[in-house]
């Protein structure tokens, strides 16, 4: 594998920066892209059409290259020796799209999957559960949710099809690698009940509108009121932690609310049980450390680090933020990666998961 980098947005410079990593040896080729870029759908279709090797991976707020994140231009990843084999699900929302059937025609033998899907996306958490129930623990994955800090849905998936909107890209390898995962969030109140719920929307928390519960908690300990245009604002700091048994808190993210509804980036059911969570930069820097130790204990030699972590750990600690990135690149080879809405990943112990203002690092 080897990495390159282009911080030039034009569809000129994305051209030419695959075209040369081609020429360099690369035979496939994994593409973490900036939204600010805004590429234009038909013309960048055009482009990834005429590639003759496999092209996959998406959009997103910003990407990392080695110890910086940028918010414009395209970082990739190349394959010169294993190829990986792709498998696109569009429409995963729809009713009529079998997920299920899609995962049983993945016939070939992998050790790692690459799994990017648009953020917006309602059947995440279908997907997730269909890949656990098809590849069980034996296999790791690693992965994010694509899409724009605008919170609206278009199409963010990079493959050789094209550009598309509600989708999935899988891409495997027969190549083992070391993933880590952690977040550093800490309990402030509850548990509370899940009690009313549909797909990412918390609807009731303990039988109450759950905007209810959530606005007296994060009132009283941030001492801030909420309003009609500073939700996110202050709801970035205080994302929701599902109770698991025998495994941290798996983050979810409230990013709107919908008269008296909280919608969240990744899927909520009822009967669950969530606590409110809260954190401070030391913690969330000393979660990514640990997630990359965890990661390097996996393998023997480290050549390429693939570090996915959540666009909100950035809106939370601000400038601070680089002293997270330039932890993990201290101890990486090869950094790459993005700033996802939502992050996926299995250790090949635990329960495959999609994860929110997490950090998961994957060392090949």
Not at 10 to 21: C, K, M, R, V, Y
Not at 330 to 338: D, R, T
Request: proline share 2%; hydrophobic share 40%.
């Amino acid at each position: 594998m080897f990495t390159n980098i282009s911080l030039d947005p034009s569809l000129e410079a994305f051209n030419t920066l695959i075209l040369d990593s081609i020429k360099s040896g690369a035979k496939a080729i994994l593409v973490f892209s900036c939204d600010a870029n805004e590429f234009i759908k038909e013309d960048l279709d055009r482009v990834l059409q005429s590639y003759n090797i496999p092209i996959f991976g998406a959009i997103f707020p910003q990407i990392l290259y080695k110890n910086k994140k940028y918010e414009k231009g395209n970082a990739i990843l190349c394959f010169d020796d294993l190829v990986p084999n792709l498998h696109i699900i569009e429409n995963i929302s729809s009713d009529e799209t079998d997920i299920q059937t899609h995962l049983e025609n993945i016939d070939e033998e992998f050790k790692s999957m690459f799994v990017f899907v648009d953020a917006f996306s309602t059947s995440i958490d279908q997907l997730i559960s269909e890949l656990y129930l098809e590849f069980g623990l034996e296999n790791n994955f690693i992965g994010g949710g694509a899409g724009s800090l605008s919170f609206e849905q278009k199409p963010v998936i990079l493959t050789n099809k094209g550009l598309l909107e509600d989708s999935a890209i899988l891409a495997t390898i027969n190549s083992a690698c070391g993933i880590g995962v952690k977040h550093g969030w800490k309990s402030i109140e509850g548990p509370f009940q899940i009690t009313k719920a549909d797909k990412n929307t918390i609807l009731e928390l303990d039988y109450k509108p759950a905007f209810e519960i959530y606005r007296e908690v994060v009132e009283n300990h941030s001492n801030m009121i909420f309003n009609e245009d500073n939700f996110f604002e202050i709801a970035k700091s205080y994302p929701f932690g599902v109770s698991k048994v025998g495994n941290e808190k798996v983050v979810r993210d409230p990013i709107t609310v919908d008269e008296g509804a909280l919608i969240c980036v990744g899927g909520v059911k009822s009967g669950d049980y969530v606590d409110i969570l809260n954190s401070n930069t030391l913690q969330l820097i000393e979660a990514a450390s640990l997630a990359l130790d965890d990661a390097l204990r996996e393998v023997e030699t480290a050549q390429t680090t693939i570090f996915i972590d959540c666009i909100s750990r950035v809106l939370f600690m601000e400038d601070e933020f680089q002293q997270e990135l330039d932890v993990v690149n201290k101890k990486s080879e090869n950094l790459i990666g993005a700033m996802t809405l939502g992050e996926i990943a299995n250790t090949g112990e635990e329960y495959l998961e999609f994860y929110n203002k997490t950090a998961v690092i994957g060392v090949f």
